[in-house]
């Protein structure tokens, strides 16, 4: 059974950091590409992050979503199978809950598009940034 595992949320003041985990059991996700959404009360889903897959020829492509550029940085473990997301200079309009994702395309152009068929959605860790 593929599982992924959130955590990471929590409160925190305008300024401050945070880093969620994105634990794959269940699948490699050298094989995947690993996202991440997230949504606020009242408004759209939005992608906001993505590695790529590997395909063993150099880095992993990652992206992210203009409002977080620079802020945000994704990154991969590969021995423990999770992926992170390192977020800084957090401001209030970040408050949602934060979802990870994978898919087998091995791109991120569904995270890009924001499309929701992805192959695996992990439950929400849920960020709250103070003002």
């Known amino acids: 059974e593929v599982q992924l595992q959130a955590s990471g949320g929590g409160l925190v003041q305008t300024g401050g950091s945070l880093r969620l985990s994105c634990a794959a059991l269940g699948l490699s996700f050298d094989d995947y590409a690993i996202g991440w959404f997230r949504q606020a009360p009242g408004k759209e889903r939005e992608g906001i992050s993505c590695i790529s897959s590997s395909d063993g020829s150099g880095p992993r492509t990652t992206y992210y979503e203009d409002s977080v550029k620079g802020r945000f940085t994704i990154s991969g473990d590969n021995a423990k199978n999770t992926v992170y997301l390192e977020m800084s200079s957090l401001k209030p309009e970040d408050t949602a809950n934060y979802y990870c994702?994978?898919?087998?395309?091995?791109?991120?152009?569904?995270?890009?598009?924001?499309?929701?068929?992805?192959?695996?959605w992990g439950k929400g860790t849920q960020v709250t940034v103070s003002s």
């Open positions: 994702v994978a898919d087998s395309w091995g791109s991120c152009a569904k995270v890009v598009a924001n499309r929701g068929d992805m192959d695996y």
